[in-house]
């Protein structure tokens, strides 16, 4: 039997604020599929979440901005949905600046193709922070 391929590593960011996950990869994921189809409920379809879980997500983030960062409509025969605020859109906008920031320093893509390297050894074993690698 072949093993799984491992998939690359890559550089995820995560803020967070009074121990919570304020903003990381799957909230701006959760926004830009509300963003997409103009619903909670068709955001949670496509990634397979609840609808339980994204409006913890959503509560989350609006406890730790000033202001909301969805606006919700009621459903019934006017059919209800959802809106990202413009709080909402200068947050996607901003991770995803910020991290487009981060992947490109040349420490980052160092980190990666460490990981990536060790990966391909089967190398699992940390590196001391304070250890420089041995050229």
Known sequence: MTQPRPSPPRLQLRLT???DVA???GKIALLEAIERHGSIAAACREMRLSYKKAWQLIETMNRHLE???LETRAGGSQRGGAVVTPTGRA???RYRALLDKV???AEAEQLLMLLASSESRGDVEDAR???APQS
Do not use: F
Request: aromatic letters at 0%; hydrophobic letters at 40%.
């Open 23 to 25: 903003v990381g990869p």
């Open 91 to 93: 947050l996607i906008a």
């Open 67 to 69: 202001n909301p960062v």
């Open 103 to 105: 992947t490109e320093l």
């Open 17 to 19: 604020l009074d121990g």
């Open 129 to 131: 922070p304070d250890e």
